[in-house]
């Protein structure tokens, strides 16, 4: 079976074009904090899984690899909380990805929330709560369509 997207939003919506790319700019501030490439990558990739979004997961799993995650780790990533692989930081910013991306069950715990304050910084920690924003939003625009996952190369949206 051939999975094919319901929708181009870049080529078949001047508007949905113009927000995608306005969209992708936006998160460019990312790489402008300190919250590590990896990191953004692995919380992404998890957000991704959350909401079965193909393309996401595509993207984040071989972007992760090129900013230089192992294997064992971004496949570990769906079972976080079962592993020995991440840090307590990284378990903090996985917490709030996965809170942040079930708002409706019972948004973000306080207990989450001082775990993520313990470890990153006011601007780390800005910059986890608009990441988490971010992808949540672009996962669901790719989960509408039915953008498919398997063709990304890492990079192939910096050029």
Known sequence: MTVEPRFNLLADSPTAAKIAKRFYNVSLALDDSD??????E????????????????????????AAGESALR?????AWR?????????RAAL??????????????SDETWAEVRKHFDDDQTGALVCLVSLINAATRMNVIVHNPGGSYEPGMFAA
């Open 42 to 65: 692995l919380v992404e990739l998890r957000v991704g899984q959350l909401n079965g979004c193909g393309f996401c997961v595509d993207i984040h799993t071989k972007e992760a690899a």
């Open 35 to 40: 919250l590590p490439k990896s990191l953004r």
């Open 82 to 90: 079962h592993t020995t692989v991440f840090t307590e930081a990284e």
């Open 95 to 108: 917490a709030l990805a996965e809170e942040g991306t079930r708002l409706g069950d019972h948004g973000v």
């Open 74 to 78: 971004i496949n570990l990533v769906a």
